[in-house]
């Protein structure tokens, strides 16, 4: 089944416990991205790659990094939580990026807390 | 930078009948697209619909069409016969042709439907 898959799907941490979220595809798409949803918000770009070894920044990248060393993967790491990173995760994959227009194709979703 | 709004936080609709959810957006930019995404109770993003800025005619998927004024730079989303599983925070969003990467999203609208 064609799908992006990401874990945890629930994290609860403390402040400053490094931490790592999983995003993996298996549909060989080439361009990959994060976002986090925060109520009154809506989802806001962290960080996509078009390509492995190929990453920028989106609106929201500080306190983020990512890496892309596969094309399946795109793992998003947070280096020192804090409070204000609590939010609702996104990854998402498409076959290129969106010039030509292909769906984006989104994982279910991780649910961080940082206390 | 691109901005999409959506003024309205929450709408309800009775069953069967027909409302519609609006969405502006800003940008200097000819070519673009514009989508509309669906996320119900489960977090799962559903693509709707998508319009493409050169297209000067409506998209439309079955009871989901767009009214698409590129002058005013408003985007509206109108359901038709109006199901309770169409109950779902509804999302809009922009992305450059030319940029083909960043996706920008509205705060998003939470519809209800009564029966």
């Known amino acids: 089944e064609a799908q992006v898959t990401q874990n945890p799907r629930y994290l609860i941490t403390v402040t400053g416990k490094k931490l790592t979220v999983t995003c993996s595809q298996n549909?060989?798409?080439?361009?990959m991205s994060w976002y986090r949803q925060d109520p009154g918000l809506g989802l806001r770009q962290i960080y996509y790659s078009m390509n492995v070894e190929v990453t920028d920044k989106g609106d929201v990248p500080e306190g983020y990094k990512v890496s892309r060393k596969e094309k399946r993967n795109f793992p998003l790491i947070l280096e020192s939580p804090s409070p204000n990173q609590t939010s609702l995760y996104f990854c998402?994959?498409?076959?290129?990026?969106?010039?030509?227009?292909?769906?984006?194709?989104f994982g279910p979703g991780t649910r961080l807390t940082v206390l | 930078a691109q901005t999409v709004t959506q003024s309205q936080p929450e709408m309800s609709v009775q069953e069967a009948e027909t409302v519609t959810l609006s969405c502006t957006y800003d940008?200097?930019?000819?070519?673009?697209?514009l989508f509309w995404y669906k996320q119900p109770p489960s977090r799962q993003m559903i693509l709707v619909i998508r319009?493409?800025?050169?297209?000067?005619q409506n998209a439309t998927e079955n009871r989901f069409s767009v009214n698409f004024q590129k002058a005013a730079k408003s985007f509206s989303l109108k359901i038709s016969d109006s199901q309770l599983g169409d109950a779902a925070m509804y999302f809009c969003?922009?992305?450059?042709?030319?940029?083909?990467?960043?996706?920008?999203f509205g705060e998003g609208t939470q519809l209800t439907v009564n029966p």
């Open positions: 319009q493409e800025a050169y297209k000067q």
């Open positions: 940008t200097s930019e000819s070519d673009y697209y």
């Open positions: 549909m060989n798409h080439e361009y």
């Open positions: 998402a994959s498409s076959l290129r990026g969106l010039v030509l227009y292909n769906e984006q194709f």
């Open positions: 969003a922009y992305t450059e042709e030319t940029s083909g990467s960043r996706l920008t």
